[in-house]
């Protein structure tokens, strides 16, 4: 197994677990914000922050990642989607103070979710990289 | 390149009609709106067919000589509760919505994309979102509502339970 050269990566803690996105996808960590909330039919939404004159969607990924008995989350991490034809916030709720780490990425082991696209070795932690894109894509698909 | 759900779109600034349904706040074009009035004179639907397959029309109005098929925004919106109080009549179409209350008209500066993150029946009843007074709230696409096809099938039901009853 090669590692890629080292990159910058944000990671983020969901319950007892940390999770990475590529640094330079990510905005900023808020502190937690009014929620604000309207009728839709999107899975993962939560509603949507106002932030610096945007209008940003918060999109509970802990659901996914960790699944219904994920701890309550505490701050917004608000990392950059890329679509077709323009780029968004998306802020995404985490559960505690996020780390920003210059380290190399592996291959994913064994079969893993299309949203996860490698690994990421600090010491003893093994941490999973993902694809926000393809983590929100999974959800809206099923 | 730049982020488009921060800019306006084209013909924002426009009034708009505050009201609210199931406890959520929601805005409409005040140019859409013909008529804002009370919910006297429904006559709730009862016949069988296409027409009743529309769960989100429960009655029509009668008023001035037109046929108004009114949409319940509870059930459009998929809301768990409503206390339906005004119903809010559009111009340039047989359509009304049944509504909990109207709030007041106001004018908003900026409609700002929905994003993208909503994928699903949301990106169909929303024009966009707009923030009133820190509060965002979604501005209906009032054309949604009721399809022109939707339209037809009510018209042509409308028509044979008339012919019914004539007889």
Same mark, same amino acid.
């Given at each position: 197994?090669?590692?890629?050269?080292?990159?910058?990566?944000?990671?983020?803690?969901?319950?007892?677990?940390?999770?990475?996105?590529?640094?330079?996808?990510?905005? #900023?960590?808020?502190?937690?914000?009014?929620?604000?909330?309207?009728?839709?039919?999107?899975?993962?939404?939560?509603?949507?922050?106002?932030?610096?004159?945007?209008?940003?969607?918060?999109?509970?990924?802990?659901?996914?990642?960790?699944?219904?008995?994920?701890?309550?989350?505490?701050?917004?991490?608000?990392?950059?989607?890329?679509?077709?034809?323009?780029?968004?916030?998306?802020?995404?709720?985490?559960?505690?103070?996020?780390? =920003?780490?210059?380290?190399?990425?592996?291959?994913? #082991?064994?079969?893993?979710?299309?949203?996860?696209?490698?690994?990421?070795?600090?010491?003893?932690?093994?941490?999973?990289?993902?694809?926000?894109?393809? =983590?929100?894509?999974?959800?809206?698909?099923? | 390149?730049?982020?488009?759900?921060?800019?306006?779109?084209?013909?924002?600034?426009?009034?708009?009609?505050?009201?609210?349904?199931?406890?959520?706040?929601?805005?409409?074009?005040?140019?859409?709106?013909?008529?804002?009035?009370? %919910?006297?004179?429904?006559?709730?639907?009862?016949?069988?067919?296409?027409?009743?397959?529309?769960?989100?029309?429960?009655?029509?109005?009668?008023?001035?000589?037109?046929?108004?098929?009114?949409?319940?925004?509870?059930?459009?919106?998929?809301?768990?509760?409503?206390?339906?109080?005004?119903?809010?009549?559009?111009?340039?179409?047989? %359509?009304? =919505?049944?509504?909990?209350?109207?709030?007041?008209?106001?004018?908003?500066?900026?409609?700002?994309?929905?994003?993208?993150?909503?994928?699903?029946?949301?990106?169909?009843?929303?024009?966009?979102?707009?923030?009133?007074?820190?509060?965002?709230?979604?501005?209906?696409?009032?054309?949604?509502?009721?399809?022109?096809?939707?339209?037809?099938?009510?018209?042509?039901?409308?028509?044979? =339970?008339?012919?019914?009853?004539?007889?």
């Amino acid at each position: 197994m090669s590692a890629a050269p080292e990159r910058s990566y944000v990671l983020f803690p969901l319950g007892k677990k940390r999770f990475a996105l590529p640094a330079e996808t990510v905005a #900023e960590l808020a502190r937690p914000d009014h929620l604000q909330t309207f009728p839709h039919r999107t899975p993962l939404l939560a509603g949507v922050l106002v932030r610096r004159g945007r209008i940003v969607p918060v999109c509970d990924v802990a659901q996914v990642l960790l699944g219904p008995d994920a701890p309550p989350r505490k701050f917004y991490l608000i990392a950059q989607r890329q679509g077709e034809s323009r780029q968004e916030w998306t802020a995404i709720p985490v559960t505690g103070e996020c780390e =920003l780490a210059t380290l190399a990425q592996v291959p994913p #082991e064994g079969t893993q979710p299309a949203y996860v696209t490698g690994m990421l070795e600090a010491g003893d932690e093994t941490i999973t990289v993902v694809d926000l894109e393809k =983590l929100i894509a999974v959800e809206a698909k099923s | 390149m730049k982020d488009q759900s921060q800019l306006p779109q084209p013909g924002s600034h426009e009034g708009v009609i505050l009201f609210t349904v199931g406890g959520f706040k929601f805005a409409i074009a005040a140019g859409s709106v013909k008529e804002i009035r009370g %919910t006297g004179g429904l006559q709730e639907i009862k016949v069988k067919g296409n027409v009743a397959q529309m769960e989100k029309l429960r009655f029509i109005l009668e008023r001035d000589g037109a046929t108004y098929f009114v949409v319940d925004a509870q059930r459009y919106f998929h809301l768990a509760k409503s206390a339906p109080g005004r119903v809010l009549i559009l111009s340039d179409s047989p %359509t009304a =919505l049944l509504v909990d209350s109207t709030d007041r008209m106001t004018d908003i500066s900026a409609l700002h994309a929905l994003p993208r993150a909503f994928t699903q029946e949301e990106r169909s009843w929303y024009r966009g979102l707009a923030v009133v007074d820190g509060e965002v709230v979604p501005v209906v696409n009032h054309d949604s509502l009721l399809s022109k096809g939707e339209q037809e099938v009510l018209r042509a039901g409308l028509d044979r =339970l008339r012919d019914v009853s004539a007889v």
